[in-house]
């Protein structure tokens, strides 16, 4: 939602959100569950949760950069694209895709998934992009920076 309120480029927002997705929910998909036998689940949350908290410091101290303004506008795709693959690991989502995946056809199990987050993406890219019209960018900013270090914070407890 807050990567649309920095571009007008939504198409390459929504194509980078669903080629991460195609990953990550695809390698779960593909590894059933194997991948939390690798990776231990409290691994995977930590990591997220640190991700989550530096998105989210960095969005509060951001002073307006010129060059960070210039890059989101110009990169939404890679933007969407990474913040995607470096959060969703571990995911609810990706989990359930996972055990899915071990009891029903694996087409049909990425087939429903990826309509899921496709149709999720769209949502969340139109508020966002109405919110960013109504809504001052910088308390945006704040109030993504704050909602980032919350789910952070919210993964290391659980």
Sequence with gaps: MLLSSKTKKHLQLLIGAI???IIVD???IVLGTWITTIIPINYLKIISAIVFIIIGILLLINRDNEEE???TQKNPLIAAFLIIMLT???DKTQIAAAIFATQYNALLVFIGTMSALTLLSLI???FGKIISERINKKLINKIAGTVFIILGMIFFIF
């Design 26 to 28: 695809g390698v779960a």
């Design 19 to 21: 080629l991460a997705f």
């Design 69 to 71: 303004k210039r890059t």
């Design 88 to 90: 969703e690991w571990g």
């Design 124 to 126: 969340t890219i139109f």
